[in-house]
């Protein structure tokens, strides 16, 4: 847990806020020598975690069996890790607290600024992270959804299929988690239709980067604002632009994407 390396505390764990309960459920666990704490359920409102959560702040103690500042629901849990100094910071995503991350020490001291500064940025890591989850769930809802969709001609539809492909390509690589980033990717791989018969000599295969280049060109995105969504200077963009026409055998930006259809590898 990057919590532990940058704030240097031997104990680091946490949790997610379970959907429509307000309570967090600790579900990783780093430098713990017992599973006391795996599972435990932290309502809103008690002990650190649940202050935390309540005020969406961080919160620390100094010595946690003997603090007056929260209450003492966790104690047995606490005790049997043998926790001392805690320190408890909420994750928030769009004003809404949406998990808890933790560091200890088994020693009764004060937890420094710095040592809180750090925690507070590992929990805004895992906050980018969770914007990035929620933002891939819509946009695969979005990219499944003109099937069932009414009143949409085929072309609108087909649009909207283009503008959730070029969109989930460019959110893949920001993904951290590896098995939502492979389930991004086969979604991906359904909105593109399948090649018509073409023989081995003139299978395209292109890049995993240059196709990302490709479906934010198919929907009108200029180099720069490509390079804006893929993390890439706009130099980047233009070179894997023109390996990919070059594969493809295109001339223009717009030949590419045809060819890169006519391929099978964009909707």
Not at 104 to 109: F, N, S, V
Not at 176 to 204: H, I, K, N, W, Y
Request: proline share 6%; net charge positive; charged share 25%.
């Amino acid at each position: 847990m990057r919590l532990r390396r940058t704030t240097g505390l031997p104990v680091a764990f946490g949790g997610l806020v379970e959907p429509g309960r307000h309570q967090v459920r600790i579900s990783e666990l780093s430098g713990t020598a017992t599973a006391a704490l795996s599972a435990l359920a932290v309502s809103s409102g008690n002990g650190l975690g649940g202050k935390a959560v309540a005020l969406a702040r961080p919160c620390a103690v100094m010595d946690y069996p003997s603090s007056r500042q929260i209450s003492h629901e966790y104690d047995a849990a606490v005790a049997a890790e043998g926790l001392r100094a805690i320190l408890a910071v909420p994750v928030v995503v769009r004003r809404r607290v949406r998990g808890v991350l933790y560091g200890a020490l088994r020693t009764a001291q004060p937890l420094g600024d710095r040592t809180l500064t750090a925690a507070v940025e590992a929990a805004r890591d895992v906050e980018q992270s969770l914007v990035v989850r929620d933002e891939a769930h819509g946009l695969m809802a979005a990219a499944r959804e003109p099937e069932g969709t009414p009143d949409v001609t085929e072309g609108a539809a087909w649009e909207r299929v283009r503008e959730a492909h070029g969109a989930l390509r460019a959110l893949a690589p920001r993904v951290v988690d590896p098995a939502l980033r492979a389930e991004l990717l086969a979604v991906c791989a359904t909105l593109a239709p399948s090649p018509g018969p073409v023989s081995a000599a003139r299978r395209v295969r292109l890049t995993p980067r240059e196709l990302d280049v490709l479906a934010c060109v198919s929907v009108g995105t200029t180099n720069a604002s490509a390079g804006d969504r893929l993390g890439l200077r706009p130099e980047t963009v233009k070179a894997y632009l023109r390996s990919a026409m070059r594969k493809l055998g295109a001339h223009t930006r717009l030949e590419a994407v045809v060819a890169a259809r006519r391929a099978g590898l964009l909707p």
